[in-house]
């Protein structure tokens, strides 16, 4: 009895002993060094950014990370600057105008061209696509001929309207409303309900991380855009924060840590808006390729 006993524990913790661990192949080993390095790539220019916002100007020129007299003189500088709000408001207004009106009409347009049937369907769709081949640079003086005939320049609207609808958003939309059954249509179509109605209540729930991934997207291009604010802006107080930042200083200097600093200050929205919206955004962007 008391050799039994003695072997029962020992079976037990055999049993119960954690499975031994592969060794890690030469593969693995050079894939984690490879993202671990890749990583490093990505922070480095944020931590500089961070780094270069809390020195004196006689200390931008020194590469060396952690300045030798830190300090916040420069936010103070920044967030003191009437001007810094006026652009903070300015992209904020543009911002959520051109997501919530991407998010409204690219969706539509996809759903048009998903559960519809109509002649030309696929040569709209093609025509849509092909306009993703087309440089930004090219558009920018169709775009400021127009602005300027229809007295659009130095105006919310002037800014706003080349990204109130994209042609990628519609091909996103497009691919994911594919993945809404027809059956479900119909079903709502016998219900009484017309084709509004069925977009709103019963495709669009359906599709909510294409949307929250086509929102984030949208804000952030928009929020970041500087070469169209730039051209189409002629006043001071209708600078976008990318364009106003970058008249810190003047010709014979640039005041690179007021520039930092409110660069740093600017990426709070885009993290803030990231964060909430992470889960949608990397479940968006993996359904789209699986889709592609």
């Given at each position: 009895m008391a050799v039994t006993e003695e072997i029962r524990p020992n079976a037990d913790a055999l049993l119960h002993a954690a499975p031994p661990r592969r060794p890690a192949n030469l593969?693995?080993?050079l894939r984690w060094t490879l993202l671990f390095l890749g990583g490093i790539a990505m922070v480095m220019p944020i931590a500089y950014m961070i780094s270069t916002s809390l020195k004196w100007p006689h200390e931008v020129y020194n590469l060396q990370l952690i300045p030798d007299e830190p300090h916040l003189e420069n936010y103070t500088y920044v967030l003191e600057d009437?001007?810094?709000?006026g652009w903070f408001i300015n992209s904020i207004v543009i911002a959520v105008v051109t997501t919530v009106s991407n998010v409204l009409f690219d969706s539509l347009v996809g759903y048009t061209?998903?559960?519809?049937?109509?002649?030309g369907r696929y040569i709209v769709f093609i025509a849509i696509l092909s306009t993703l081949m087309i440089p930004t640079?090219?558009?920018?003086?169709?775009?400021?001929?127009?602005?300027?005939?229809?007295?659009w320049l130095d105006t919310y609207w002037g800014i706003m309207f080349p990204g109130l609808m994209t042609a990628f958003g519609s091909f996103l939309m497009k691919q994911f409303f594919e993945t809404v059954p027809d059956d479900f249509i119909e079903a709502a179509r016998?219900?009484?309900l017309n084709e509004l109605q069925i977009w709103w209540t019963v495709a669009m729930p359906l599709v909510k991380p294409a949307l929250a991934a086509l929102a984030i997207?949208?804000?952030l291009g928009n929020w970041t855009a500087f070469i169209w604010p730039l051209i189409v802006t002629n006043s001071v107080e209708m600078y976008t924060l990318p364009v106003g930042l970058s008249s810190f200083g003047d010709e014979a200097d640039v005041a690179w840590e007021l520039i930092m600093t409110g660069a740093a200050i600017s990426t709070i929205p885009t993290l803030v808006v990231f964060l909430i919206f992470q889960r949608y955004i990397i479940q968006g962007v993996v359904m789209a390729g699986l889709k592609g």
């Open positions: 593969g693995q080993i009437g001007r810094f709000y061209l998903c559960k519809f049937r109509f002649p640079e090219m558009l920018v003086i169709p775009w400021y001929l127009m602005s300027q005939q229809l007295g016998i219900d009484g997207f949208v804000f």
